[in-house]
């Protein structure tokens, strides 16, 4: 896992460059100069230990870095819960593929797995 | 390790843009390189530049910069011309129509859909009638704030005009300055009356009396460190220094100094000046300041008048500008509402009309995003407060039309989690229709923001309301967080936020319930802020119940990832195409 906030990553693949940046103090993750995934989205999130419940419906207020593991574009994100109020910060959660150099959405309106590493 | 936005400042910044903004606006939009579109669009905003949103593709918001608010006679029309020619897009504004300007809650204006082309066209034409965007965005001296009718109150203390225009020409396009860690918002205040908002700027300076060589002179004390945006608000602090009118330039480019060489550039959530007074305290921040920052020795702080401000304090007199108020010189100036701050162009052109034919022909923006037309003669006033146009920008609005404040919004910002400003639009005229406050209270503010960089200065404010979004009936909807409470004054107080993700569609019912629990339940002349200052924030979250009614919200839906809300098809696929060069 490589992270950056508010800085460029170079690499997702030795023979492709992607650019992924957070932007706009938080409220975007640009890839390659376009922004593609914002605050506001609202996460089903299942994660160990974000909140108690079984599946956390986190809203995202602010990206805080991204990272890549293999192709996988992944985020920290501050938030809250909203079925129980808990405010924290997530682990990794995918939100994009790099295919063929280009970013892909993951699914985002289903249900999202972080890692518990924060 | 330095910021990305750290390194593209270091590469091109300051003034220099300016040559490759006019580069790209001759060769077309599309030759800014893909792989550097994040760093000059960041540029750009040195410029009063931004980009629009996504699904919005090389349109720019324009922001004229007005330092304290001032319009010299003929330049709102200039302002109202360009407006009329180059801020037309493809998108329509159900309520305001093709053009307009906003007017800012830091007293400048801004344009929508200006296309870079149109940019050398613009900045020819603002130039040379003494306007300009240069600084009003980005890393450095933004347009300095006051009261903005210094030098005609009848209620000053000292004539703070000569300051800032001395601040502003010095800070403006100075290259030691122009490369701050972060934006820095400066206010200088010479009224008593608190209007210059000095609490929630980065530098303020307020009026104050000292007593120098057996006399008292009137001067500034100086705060540092107030701010409202990223869930991390401040109010500036008291760094015990008086400073003569004379001086000033010196002591605000030392802090300004200060600033850029011992801000944080490595983490831009910490780089405002806010955190660094955090860190070391207002003795260690003066001490560092008269140490190496400035060549004579500060006086400490003189005796202030916070005791006296009433501007945006919920309670007392003059909490805004707008009305008929008499100036010094015996004529008047009136204060009309802009609702949310927008003003469609033919109104403004035909403002600058009636400001020529009653007044002097200036005009004058205030931070609570009205217009205020000066030198009205008593013989003429009769016949201005007539005038059509004044029925729509009234002097003497409900207060639910004259308390609203409203940012931009998922229209044209990228930040915004919410429509904003025709959703407050909408709040006002339900509330007018549907709700009373108690006969003595004539003003109630309620401010709408999008999201945390708090824009509208939410905090602030009697109802304070802060884009989010929850879900309804399963459904993904845009919401409100609802504080209460805040205002500025001597003793100022951000709003309690006590109630959370409020549906849209169930803000107004909520205000009402909360509005009819005040009535019922306040003491004899009780204000609202002192009403929420004696309970705590569970009484005051049952207080606001959230209901639906009969108003209904148009805009549930995720206006962020539409291309533009008021579209017939608003989908991200229906986007216009990049605008052609021309």
């Known amino acids: ?118 | 390790m330095p910021t990305d936005v750290e390194k593209w400042k270091s590469e091109v910044y300051g003034n220099e843009i300016r040559e490759h903004l006019f580069r790209f606006a001759e060769e077309g939009y599309e030759t800014i390189p893909d792989d550097e579109r994040d760093a000059w669009f960041e540029r750009f905003k040195w410029w009063g530049l931004y980009h629009q949103r996504n699904g919005q593709e090389g349109y720019f918001m324009m922001r004229i910069g007005t330092p304290n608010g001032r319009l010299e006679p003929g330049q709102l029309r200039v302002v109202g011309e360009i407006a009329d020619e180059y801020a037309r897009g493809p998108g329509t504004n159900p309520i305001f129509g093709d053009a307009y300007a906003d007017y800012t809650t830091r007293q400048a204006i801004q344009l929508h859909w200006i296309e870079l082309s149109d940019v050398p066209a613009i900045f020819e034409k603002l130039e040379s009638n003494g306007l300009s965007t240069q600084q009003a965005c980005g890393d450095s001296w933004r347009n300095i704030v006051g009261n903005p009718v210094a030098g005609k109150d009848g209620q000053e203390v000292i004539d703070a005009w000569p300051v800032i225009r001395e601040l502003n020409e010095t800070f403006k396009g100075d290259d030691d300055h122009s490369n701050l860690p972060r934006k820095w918002k400066v206010s200088v205040t010479g009224s008593a009356d608190g209007s210059g908002q000095g609490d929630i700027n980065d530098l303020a300076f307020e009026p104050a009396y000292k007593e120098v060589e057996g006399e008292d002179v009137v001067g500034f004390n100086v705060r540092v460190g107030g701010g409202l945006a990223r869930n991390e608000p401040r109010f500036a602090r008291d760094i015990d220094v008086w400073v003569a009118p004379e001086r000033v330039p010196d002591v605000a480019g030392g802090i300004s100094a200060l600033f850029r060489d011992n801000g944080d550039r490595e983490d831009r959530y910490n780089a405002r000046v806010k955190f660094l007074v955090d860190e070391w305290g207002p003795e260690k921040f003066r001490e560092t300041l008269q140490e190496e920052y400035v060549d004579f020795e500060l006086h400490t702080a003189g005796r202030d008048v916070r005791e006296e401000y009433t501007y945006n304090t919920g309670e007392g007199e003059r909490n805004d500008l707008v009305g008929v108020h008499e100036q010094k010189d015996g004529t008047n100036f009136v204060g009309l509402n802009v609702l949310t701050g927008r003003m469609g162009v033919d109104d403004v052109l035909e403002l600058a009309d009636l400001a020529e034919e009653y007044g002097s022909g200036e005009v004058r923006l205030s931070q609570r995003q009205n217009v205020i037309v000066t030198d009205v003669p008593d013989a003429d006033l009769e016949d201005f407060l007539a005038e059509d146009l004044l029925e729509h920008y009234s002097p003497d609005p409900s207060p639910f039309m004259r308390g609203s404040i409203a940012c931009t919004g998922t229209e044209f910002c990228s930040l915004s989690i919410v429509e904003t400003k025709n959703r407050q639009v909408r709040f006002a005229r339900w509330l007018k229709e549907n709700v009373d406050l108690p006969e003595d209270v004539e003003e109630f503010h309620i401010h709408l923001s999008g999201c945390t960089a708090s824009c509208a200065q939410p905090q602030i404010a009697d109802v304070s309301l802060r884009g989010m979004k929850t879900r309804k009936d399963g459904e993904a909807v845009e919401a409100l967080d609802v504080g209460l409470g805040g205002g500025l004054g001597a003793e100022p107080q951000f709003a309690r936020w006590v109630t959370q993700r409020v549906p849209v569609d169930e803000v107004p019912g909520a205000i009402a319930n909360l509005i009819e629990r005040f009535a019922a339940e306040r003491e004899d002349g009780e204000s609202f802020r002192a009403f929420v200052d004696r309970h705590d924030d569970e009484e005051l979250d049952a207080f606001v119940e959230p209901e639906e009614t009969d108003y209904e919200d148009p805009m549930m839906h995720n206006t962020k990832m539409t291309w533009y809300p008021y579209a017939e098809d608003d989908s991200m696929d229906a986007a216009p195409p990049t605008p052609a060069d021309d």
């Open chain 1, 1 to 118: 896992m490589t992270a950056v906030r508010d800085g460029v990553l170079r690499c997702v693949r030795p023979d492709v460059t992607t650019r992924l940046r957070i932007l706009d103090d938080g409220a975007w993750l640009s890839v390659d100069d376009t922004r593609r995934v914002s605050v506001s989205e609202l996460w089903r999130l299942e994660s160990a230990d974000f909140c108690e419940c079984d599946l956390a419906d986190l809203v995202v207020e602010n990206l805080l870095e991204t990272g890549v593991e293999g192709r996988t574009v992944q985020v920290r994100a501050y938030g809250q819960c909203i079925a129980c109020g808990a405010k924290s910060t997530t682990g990794w959660v995918p939100v994009g593929r790099v295919v063929d150099g280009e970013f892909v959405d993951i699914d985002r309106e289903g249900v999202l797995t972080s890692t518990s590493d924060r």
